[in-house]
């Protein structure tokens, strides 16, 4: 497990949607799966986890029921709406955007100046 | 990003506060299980795993609160629980909490009141539907620009007037009063006689039976107003249907009107109402209608050229030079009232910045009390926006509950202006209760809360911690000394001036008791009776049959003086056609238009006797000369100084064209009664011109030389006017059967004087002011005891230990009392110099106010006084506690 990086501000929003994207999760399960996409190199502070969820919900980005999980415990599972959808489209496209731009400035060098 | 799904995890959040809790509780448990069946796998010990996944997850406790501030209810919440927590803290200190609502009570009670009195009898005075549509055209005579007069329209006329554009509808109407004949005595009954659509224009169903309807035409049909029926009929609901004899044609009752119902009492009286003919009444008055959206203004310019265009039909309805006036019906009442009500609502606002200001004083008092539980608070971690909202919360909530019990206050206050002055607003007023009235109260409210809240808040809001912990400093503190005494210094000159406008007006009200009237009112009564207008009888026939009525007056037994007086009743302007000062010219002096004005008075000789104005010089006209009506008068002093400069009034000679007979009217006047007249004797002033102002340059003349359908007999009695009655109604029974007398009751001069405006005026001003200066005077003396107290109590220690080392106990109470001493003084300086500033506002609003400065005097020395007794109770206390007992209680 190489060194964990902290998570840039606002991006916890776009990962959540992202992992929802993928299929209906509980919180737990997102969790486990931005830690696992990202290899472990993300931490993720569970108590503002669960704050970020409420907000997203709140917000009408995801929608949540509750049902049974794996070990057939009651566990309120998390998707997607079409909000939600049309957001992580926008956020994706933006941080593309964002990436360019920083990785142009960055690798900047004397002469493409 | 939805609104709606906003919306709902609010409305769950709030409805199904306990369900979401238990959801965000079940949520983190699965969280944790989950987790820590993952550590377990993981080959954590199943006892080190719960604890782990807990140590990750961070405070759980706090879940339910994160999950409000992700959905930004938390505020919310943590108002909720500061409302709570002010309502317990008001409860700590009950007395404080008590005052503070009554003060702020009393304040917004006062307020509310005054604007409930405005709203529901200045603005909205009237029961009748779209009434801020309805007005009355009036003619303004540029002659006479002061006296707007009402204008009738023939028939043809008013059926013309109906097609103006600016017109929804009219309601035409004319007075009259006609005798109930099949009686005893024929009993006066005013009539309305109205266009049928009354009940439609003016929106007021009958209260029994059914109002007129266009279908009665100009039937035999009545329907009565409530008073009338209350007092005809005894309030008997059997009566629609049967049949009221007015002037020997039988009418059929349909309908009751209700008791708020009074129109039109702007007029005069209305016992009843009856559809208008031609044959009941030649012409109508218009009440009018306008459209939606058609201001006064341009209203009256269309009527402009309508009335114009009447006057070359019927020239002599209209004066020569004039132009049309169109206001809403209430528009008279405000002008007569405004000022009065304006002057009443400044003290209101006073009486509740007094209010406020004792309620920040109690506030700060009671802060200093509870400094120590607010630099715990903020020593644990509150911000001061936190703190600060905390003790905001807690002025609102005295300020809810002060509003509320004011308003509940406020509804038997507003009652008062318009039991105190009968008359003076429109009879069909009635105090209400409406959405504006309350949006009103709420609002203030909200405004008193925040501005006495205020500087407590910002005091407390920052309390020193360091000093604070370190329990009871004994530091000689005197924290919010600074804004304590600016507002105790406010509050005593709201006070002062308070007082001072009381004293203003109840020694007003006192001058006008004592006036000097120039006639004696006590025992005087007087019944108006009306003529009837025959073509046949000529001036003599006229004159002989007043005199008849007169000698039958003063036959009476219990009359000591009867006597005729047809123009006026005193003190009063004069009315109608003789209302307007005349201009006199005097024989040999060359006369400029407008050189002698002088009210003219028509009398009969004993007049002079009945009301005891002395006659200085000259003699009283006879008899016979009575009878003839020309060639003699007689002038009051006012004349004589003004206008005859020092030469012998008696013998001089005076005419008027007013006493011509020009044919506008009905009118019988003597062969010569524009003629040239001599002045036979000269009578003291008495008020002839209202109470406010000096007595007009009058000239007498005999009633017989002008008579219209109405004259007025005065009668000095030996006991109280009214209990001759009957006796007198007899009298006039036996010299016709027909003759009533309006209103079927005998007037008084003392009602006829405590009636004026301007004595109902300084009456009310005089009583609600005092019931204010006496409020302010007590609020003020509450709040100055109580800082003094909790100085007092913030300083026991240092008291007892200057006591201990041998402090006289005046010293004591010098030190105690003498800041407030010096802020009192203050106060009084600023209170009255604000009243100097102000004192020509003062003199507009209440014209018979005593404005002399001298007022000031009893007022500012009944506050030292009771400031002095409030400073120095609880200094004496202090001064005389056992400086032991005070050291060994810290």
Redesign the interface.
Known sequence: MGRKVDLLQGTLEVLILKSVSLGKL???GIL?RIQQIAGGKLEI???SF???L??M?????IASE?GS?E?N????FYQLTA?GRK?LRLETEKWAQMTDVVGTVLSATPETL | MSLRSRIRSWWQALAHRSQIDREVQQELEFHLNAHADHLIENGVEPSEAMRQAKIAFGRADVQKEKYRAAIGLRPLYEIGSDIRYGFRSLYRHPMISFAAVISLALGIGATTAIFNLIDSALLHPFPYVDAERIVNPSLIDLKQPLVPTWFALEPAQYESFLKAKSVDSVLGFMLGAQPETGGAFPEDVGTAYVTPNMNDFLGVNALLGRGLRPSDGSGNVIVLGYKYWQRRFGGDPSVIGHTLQLSHTDLTIIGVMPARFAFTETVGNVDAYVPWSASRAPALFPLIKLRRGVTPATAGEEFQAYVKHFKQQTPLHFPDDFHVNVEPIAAPYMHRTGQAVKLLFASVVFLLLIGCANCSVLLLARGEARQHELSIRAAIGASRLRLMRQLLIESLAIAFIGAALGTALSFWLANLPLKLMPGIFPQEAAIGMNWRILAFSIALALITGILFGLAPALRFSRPDVSQMIQSRSRTLSSSGGHSLNMLIGAQVALTLLLLGVAGAAVTGFMRLTSMKLGYDPHNVGFVSVPLKWDPNKNQPAYTSYIEQLRNAVAAVPGVQSASILSSFIPPSQPFGGMGKPYIIELLGQQTRPEQYPSLVHLISPEFFATVKTPLTRGRLWTADENRRGDFVAIVNESFVQRYLGGREPIGQQIRTDGLRNDGRSKTITSPNSGEWRQIVGVVADARNDGLERPVFPAVYVPYSTFMWYTTRIFFRAETDPRTLERPLRAALHNVNASQRIFGNEIGTLDEALTGQTVWVQQHMFSVLFTFFGVLALSLSLFGIASTVLFAVGRRRNELGIRMALGAQRSHIIWTVASTMFATIACGIVAGFAIHLAAQHLLAHWMPAGNHSPWVFAPAAGLLLLGAAAACLLPAMRAAYANPLETLRAE
Do not use: F, V
């Not at chain 1, 415990?73 to 309120?76: E, I, L, P, V, Y």
């Open positions: 509980h919180g737990y486990l502070p569970q108590g669960y704050i970020a409420y907000r919900e709140h917000k009408g980005l509750w999980s070990n415990r009651r566990a309120k909000a957001q």
